[in-house]
C-alpha cells in the first residue's frame, strides 16, 4: 500500500479539501511524505482547523502510545502548500481544470466543490459534507451553480428512516437536562467534538443564560475546543449573517460571554471544578474514545447527581456508544492513568439529546437535490454506510427520475 500510493502520490496535479474534519484531512500529511509537492486547495479556516486537528491527532496517539503514519514535520508541509481560496474565486487549478468553492453550512469553512472542466464542456459539483437548513452557526449550503452535469453527494443520513429532531425540540431537551440536573445538585459532562457542534452548543447555552432558560453557571471548556472556537472568531464572514453582524458590529461576540472557562490547568483544575459548584463541561473526545473526557469521567463520573449527555453521534463499537447502551462498568486501565484491570463504575445519570447534527439529515439531503439549479443529470451518493449510499440512491431515482449510483470504493467512472 505505502509503495502504491507513493508511486500514485508524485503524479497528482491538486488536491482540493471540502473541510477540516479528520475523516477528510487526516492523511493528507501522508501524501508528502510519499513524494507529493504540489498544491492544497482549501478555504482559509479550513487551512488552520486542518492543522489543528492533525497536530491533536499526532498528540493524542503519543499519548496513548500509539504511531501515526506521519510526523508534525509532513503538517506543516502540508499546510505550507496550502492555497487559500474564498467562496465565489475560480481559480485554474490544472490546464483543462477550473474550482469554485461554495459555502457548505458543515462547519467553519466547509465547501461545496464545483469543478468547470474542458472549456465548460463538463460540470461536477462535489457536495463534502453538507448542511441544506440555515443552524445558528452558519448558512445553509449553496446549491445554484452556473453549470452541472454531475454531482457527488454525502449520503450520511440517507437512510430510509434518517430523520432528524427539529433544532428547537433539541434545544428544549438539552436545556430540561440542565435544569433538571441543576436542581439536584449535579454537574453536566457533555462529550462533543472540537470543531461545530461544540461551538453550537455554545451559542444554545450563551443564549439560554443571557435569557434565563438555564440557571447562569460556568461552562468550562476542555480539549482542542477553546482554540477552535477561537478560530471561528477569527474569521467572522464565514458565520451566519446575524451570528456575523453580531459579533462584527455589535462587539457582543457570544464565545466571548463570560461563562465560558478554558480547562489549562490540567489535571489539577479538573479536580477543582468536579469538588465545585454546578457547571457544564464541554470536553473532547466526541465519543469517549480518549482526550480529557476520559479524565471527566473519572473525576464526576461516580456521582449521581451528575448528568452525562450525548448530543452527537457514537459510532458502533465506541465506548460512547457502550455507555448509552448501558454499560456502566468501564474498565480504567485503557486510559493509560495505571491501575491495569481497574474498572470505575459510573453513578451519573446518562441523557441522549440529538438533532445537534452538522449534516443534512434525509430531507436535507432530498431537498438540497431538488431544488438544485440546475437540475443535475447524474448523481453519485458517496461518503455513509452502504444502507444510507443505497437508499439515497434510489430514493432519488425514484422520485426525482435522475440517473443515480452507489459507487463502491475504488469503482471508476467515465462522466462523459
Ligand atoms: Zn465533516
Ligand atoms: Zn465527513
Redesign the pocket.
Known sequence: MPEALGAGAATLDAVVLT?A?L??SALLPLLYKYGYDGPVYTTEPTRDLMGLLQLDYLDVAAKEGRTPPYESAQVRETIKHTIPLEFGDVTDIAPDIKLTFHNAGHILGSAVTHFHIGDGLYNVAFS??IHYEDTRLFNGAVNDFPRVETLVL?S?YGGRNDYQTDQEDSEEALKRVINETYEQGGKVVIPAFAVGRSQEIMLVLEEAMREGEIPEMPVHLDGMIWEATAIHTTYPEYLRDELRNRIFHEDENPFLAEEFNHIDGGEDERQDVADGEECIVLSTSGMIEGGPIMSWLRHIGPDPDSTLMFVGYQAQGTLGRRIQNGWDEIPVSDWGNGGRGDTLSLEMGVETVDGFSGHADRQGLENFVKTMNPRPEKVLCV?GDERSVQDLSSALYHDYNMRTFAPKNLETFRFK
Open positions: 473541510h474534519h475523516d477528510h463534502g459534507d454525502e450520511t461518503h
